[in-house]
């Protein structure tokens, strides 16, 4: 198993930006890793995805305002988040998913707030 911390999370306007960031414990190349979200009263939803070759897909709510990359030589996934709108405010969660099985890790979340 991979343990996940989340970070990077917080308040910020409307229009603004965060990037966070998903530290895991150890070596994350065979895993496609991906950022979730959940919204008070919403089930967790696919932000974005990045596999193991660095394709990446996104939700269409999101598609040209996040950015997924991955650093696997830092063990550590980012979301780069601008032009944040209220309906982003959500707790955002790291996941790992085993390439090559069934292992699948989550992270504690961290709170993205967008809101003047």
């Known amino acids: 198993q991979v343990q996940l911390v989340e970070s990077g999370g917080g308040l910020v306007q409307p229009g603004g930006s965060l990037r966070l960031s998903c530290a895991a414990s150890?070596?994350?190349?065979?895993?496609?890793m991906g950022w979730y979200r959940q919204a008070p009263g919403k089930q967790r939803e696919l932000v974005a995805a990045?596999?193991?070759?660095?394709?990446?897909n996104y939700a269409d709510s999101v598609k040209g305002r996040f950015t997924i990359s991955r650093d696997n030589a830092k063990n550590t996934m980012y979301l780069q988040m601008n032009s944040l709108k209220p309906e982003d405010t959500a707790v955002y969660y790291c996941n790992a998913r085993y390439a090559l099985g069934v292992d699948e890790n989550w992270g504690q979340g961290t709170q993205v707030t967008v809101s003047s």
């Open positions: 990045i596999t193991r070759a660095k394709n990446t």
């Open positions: 150890r070596s994350m190349t065979d895993y496609v």
